[in-house]
C-alpha cells in the first residue's frame, strides 16, 4: 500500500458521506471505498449524517411497530 499525501486528499460532500454512513448502517462496503472515507471524509459531516440516520432508523421502526401493532 502506497502511502497516501496530504496535498492530493480532497474532502468530500455531505451528501458523499451520508452515502458512506448509509452504507456502514447496511453493512457492505468494498475495501477501497473504506479505505477512501477514511481519509477523505469531514468528521463533522460523519457526526452529522450519523444523527440523521440514527434518527431516520428509529422512526422507521417506529412506523413498523405502530403498523404491527395497529395502534
Not at 496530504?6 to 456502514?24: E, M
Not at 462496503?29 to 477514511?38: F, H, L, N, T
Amino acid at each position: 500500500m502506497k502511502p497516501i499525501q496530504s496535498d492530493t486528499i480532497q474532502k468530500r460532500s455531505f451528501l458523499a458521506t451520508l452515502a458512506a454512513v448509509f452504507w456502514s448502517f447496511v453493512g457492505l462496503r468494498r475495501r477501497a471505498d473504506y479505505e477512501k472515507d477514511a481519509t477523505s471524509l469531514d468528521p463533522f459531516y460523519v457526526i452529522g449524517a450519523g444523527l440523521i440516520a440514527v434518527a431516520i432508523f428509529i422512526a422507521a421502526l417506529i412506523v413498523v411497530v405502530r403498523l404491527v401493532v395497529g395502534a
